[in-house]
């Protein structure tokens, strides 16, 4: 008769969760069960605990890199060896000028 939609397609029901959870009790045992959870447990908080200090460190690097002390832009006008704008003498020529 009338079948209704599943409401998210694709993601297992209850009856491939109870499959999956029986597969994986038959292959582990029941006693490691509670050991594989706890590691599994931490190894997601050490890697939580890894991706905020990272994400931190790249904000840090990031306001770094874009103001000093007095909020001033530190890196616009500035090349790899620090040279700035100020320190190059200009062209007495501008560039694409001919002397004919």
Known sequence: MYEPAPLFPGVPGG???FVVL???VLLFGANKLPKLARSSGQA??????????VESELR?????ATE???GT???EGTDARGVT??????DPEPAGASAD
């Open 68 to 70: 000093d002390a007095d």
């Open 60 to 64: 840090e690097m990031q306001s770094s």
């Open 22 to 24: 029986l597969i994986v």
């Open 85 to 90: 704008d100020a320190d190059v003498e200009p």
């Open 44 to 53: 997601m908080g050490e890697f939580r605990r890894g991706r905020e200090q």
């Open 73 to 75: 832009p530190t890196t």
């Open 15 to 17: 009856i491939e969760i």
